[in-house]
């Protein structure tokens, strides 16, 4: 058993206007009943703190069961972020610049050493460190922040603001793409994943 999450990355979404997107959704959210204005403890990233499911949720999902895990918010993330899916590893990192696809794990999904070398520390230098987190392709031998990878099912997004909802059913592409409507036609992906 674990706690499942589903999260939309903006990808294009900058250190400057995260902040402001972020509340406009959330505005959005709130005014169409899908989650409640007031926060309260009900996720588990962040500070615990989040907005439960509004009175119209079934907006945002397939499923129109009722989520009844304690653990059933949603939570704005913003800030330099590598979102992860949790449990799990990637299975494989596209190249930007080439589109090679680099296997990371091998047939019996163990991560490959040293398929893994030219990412090592780059996710903690783009986050944490403020950097670019350069990454040299294998393939092509050409430089690019690691931001700009994309990851076999989503596993990765490097972004400045995302949206958790946890533990709700399966968000629907109409719902997704609203969201990626209301940011400006931005870019976003959706990862799913469990802790
Ligand atoms: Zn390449």
Redesign the pocket.
Same mark, same amino acid.
């Given at each position: 058993m674990g706690d499942y999450f589903q999260t939309i990355v903006d990808l294009d979404a900058t250190e400057r206007d995260a902040q402001e997107l972020g509340a406009r959704v959330l505005d959005w959210l709130i005014a169409d009943g899908i989650v409640a204005a007031e926060r309260t403890d009900c996720v588990l990233g962040g500070d615990g703190y989040g907005h439960a499911p509004g009175p119209h949720f079934t907006k945002a999902v397939d499923d129109p069961d009722p989520v009844d895990l304690w653990t059933n918010g949603f939570h704005v993330q913003t800030g330099r972020t590598v979102f992860d899916s949790g449990q799990g590893d990637a299975g494989a990192a596209t190249? #930007?610049? =080439? /589109?090679?696809e680099i296997r990371l794990v091998d047939e019996v999904w163990e991560p490959i050493e040293s398929a893994w070398g030219p990412f090592e520390g780059r996710f903690q230098d783009w986050a944490e460190d403020g950097g670019e987190g350069i990454v040299h =392709? #294998? $393939?092509?031998? /050409?430089p $690019?922040g690691i931001d700009r990878w994309s990851w076999e099912d989503d596993y990765y997004a490097c972004g400045h603001l995302g949206f958790t909802f946890w533990g709700w059913a399966e968000l629907t592409s109409d719902f997704t793409r609203e969201i990626g409507r209301r940011l400006g036609g931005h870019r976003t992906v959706l990862l799913a994943g469990k802790l």
């Amino acid at each position: 058993m674990g706690d499942y999450f589903q999260t939309i990355v903006d990808l294009d979404a900058t250190e400057r206007d995260a902040q402001e997107l972020g509340a406009r959704v959330l505005d959005w959210l709130i005014a169409d009943g899908i989650v409640a204005a007031e926060r309260t403890d009900c996720v588990l990233g962040g500070d615990g703190y989040g907005h439960a499911p509004g009175p119209h949720f079934t907006k945002a999902v397939d499923d129109p069961d009722p989520v009844d895990l304690w653990t059933n918010g949603f939570h704005v993330q913003t800030g330099r972020t590598v979102f992860d899916s949790g449990q799990g590893d990637a299975g494989a990192a596209t190249c #930007p610049l =080439c /589109r090679t696809e680099i296997r990371l794990v091998d047939e019996v999904w163990e991560p490959i050493e040293s398929a893994w070398g030219p990412f090592e520390g780059r996710f903690q230098d783009w986050a944490e460190d403020g950097g670019e987190g350069i990454v040299h =392709c #294998p $393939s092509c031998a /050409r430089p $690019s922040g690691i931001d700009r990878w994309s990851w076999e099912d989503d596993y990765y997004a490097c972004g400045h603001l995302g949206f958790t909802f946890w533990g709700w059913a399966e968000l629907t592409s109409d719902f997704t793409r609203e969201i990626g409507r209301r940011l400006g036609g931005h870019r976003t992906v959706l990862l799913a994943g469990k802790l």
